[in-house]
């Protein structure tokens, strides 16, 4: 058998489904992940500013406060004794008087502002230290004209950016290496089930129809598919080994009437001298044709029943009624075959099927019970009632069935050695056991001591 040949490029792993669906997950938390760092970036950035303006203004209102009590001077020393011996970072403090000279403080003189303001430090710095000298203050002019303002750098909230940062670069790099490692491995896992799956159906294609994809017992999406698949195979293998087994039969079973045909068609060719001896060959011939007609019409019917190609056909029937007349149809044919036919059945018993199929599988159990038995035999059917659904039974007391038989009586062209001298083809409960499987019926056969019982269960 040839092999494809793999496609080149990406190895096969990566070229997955399985691995393709990793990644686009992993693509989608990313994305997620920015979105959510964008937003705690903004948010802790603006609230840690909001703190810092607040500390800043609480600040500088407190030393107006100690201007109007003290005035310039106290406000100086006050400023010069919280640069001293300052406790909450690096705060810085000016003052300067109206003519913007400096009095007190750690900032060079400036125009006054109130209000918030940003101003670099130091304007002489690289632009990467820009960011970490860069002060926040805030400003108040004083009654006089004085100009106070208490400032404090970015370090802090920098230095908080940049661990907001390192934290979603590390969880974002964790996260999609997890990922594409998950991805790879499930893609692995997915691939060996795929490969095994694979073998089995190239076993099944080179004729080992015994096959059998294996189930993990996880219970998982593959291995509900990988059983479904399992019950398809096993339904295979039945209908091909019954393909077979019907070929044969076939082969063997309609060997004698075709032999008899042809056998009496020479005959009439070479010993018939008149027209009523050609009649009587010709008739013969004909009846073994009808014959093989008859066998070949049963087999298509099986054929067609085990297709489900009725089931449209079903409709809501009284089964009561359908039982009944099909048993008193055959009273005056028990009576001519002197055998006994009695009747039990219980009304009120309704059925959802094929109303013609129902009454074949039923006048085929009795047909079987009246050619198998002796004359005075017994035949009783029977519909009874049962919890949840009902039995049709055809009992009888004539010689029964070996128990060692009894599971091949419902196949094709399956007949006991000692109804091979009764006329018929072997395919009477064959076409039974096809109706009963079409309407989910089951059928049971047990020893009715004496004789045999047959019943279609629901």
Not at 112 to 130: C, H, K, L, Y
Not at 313 to 339: C, I, K, T, W
Request: one cysteine or more; aromatic letters at 6%; a neutral charge.
């Amino acid at each position: 058998m040839s092999s494809v040949p793999a496609r080149r490029g990406l190895p096969r792993i990566l070229r997955s489904a399985s691995f393709r669906l990793a990644l686009i997950y992993a693509a989608l938390f990313v994305v997620s992940a920015c979105v959510l760092f964008a937003t705690v970036f903004v948010t802790a950035t603006a609230a840690m500013q909001n703190d810092m303006q607040a500390v800043l203004r609480t600040e500088a209102f407190q030393l107006a406060e100690i201007y109007r009590r003290g005035g310039l001077i106290g406000l100086a020393e006050q400023i010069t004794r919280r640069m001293n011996f300052r406790t909450r970072g690096p705060i810085y403090y000016l003052l300067q008087a109206p003519n913007q000279q400096v009095v007190v403080g750690n900032l060079p003189g400036m125009p006054p502002a109130n209000g918030v303001i940003d101003f670099q430090r130091d304007p002489n710095v690289s632009p990467t230290e820009a960011a970490r000298t860069r002060l926040t203050g805030f400003g108040v002019t004083l009654p006089d004209g004085s100009f106070l303002l208490v400032a404090q750098d970015a370090s802090r909230l920098v230095d908080m950016q940049s661990a907001i940062v390192r934290a979603f670069v590390w969880a974002g790099g964790l996260t999609l290496f997890l990922a594409v490692a998950g991805g790879l491995l499930l893609s692995s896992n997915f691939l060996r089930r795929i490969d095994t799956i694979g073998r089995t159906t190239r076993a099944i294609m080179e004729g080992d129809l015994s096959a059998r994809i294996p189930v993990r017992g996880t219970n998982d999406e593959i291995d509900q598919l990988v059983a479904s698949l399992n019950a398809m195979l096993d339904r295979i293998q039945h209908l091909m080994e019954g393909l077979r087994q019907v070929s044969g039969d076939i082969a063997h079973d309609l060997r004698t009437p075709l032999g008899r045909l042809r056998q009496r068609l020479e005959d009439a060719r070479e010993h018939a001298t008149s027209t009523a001896e050609y009649a009587a060959a010709t008739e013969a011939a004909i009846v073994e044709a009808d014959t093989l007609l008859e066998i070949f019409s049963a087999l298509l019917r099986i054929a067609q029943i085990e297709a489900g190609a009725q089931r449209s056909a079903f409709v809501e029937l009284d089964l009561s009624e359908l039982v009944r007349s099909v048993g008193e149809a055959y009273l005056p044919v028990a009576e001519d075959a002197q055998h006994t036919l009695e009747l039990k059945v219980e009304g009120g018993l309704h059925f959802n099927g094929d109303r013609q199929l129902l009454a074949q599988m039923v006048s085929n159990l009795i047909e079987n019970a009246l050619n198998h038995t002796p004359q005075g035999s017994v035949v009783r059917l029977s519909l009874v009632q049962r919890p949840g659904g009902f039995a049709i039974e055809v009992a009888d007391n004539g010689p029964g069935i070996p128990e060692a038989e009894r599971d091949r009586v419902f196949d094709r062209f399956y007949r006991l050695d000692r109804s091979r001298t009764t006329a018929g083809s072997g395919l009477g409960l064959a076409l039974v056991k096809a109706i009963a499987t079409l309407h989910g019926l089951g059928i049971e056969l047990s020893d009715a001591k004496p004789g045999l019982r047959i019943a279609i269960t629901r």
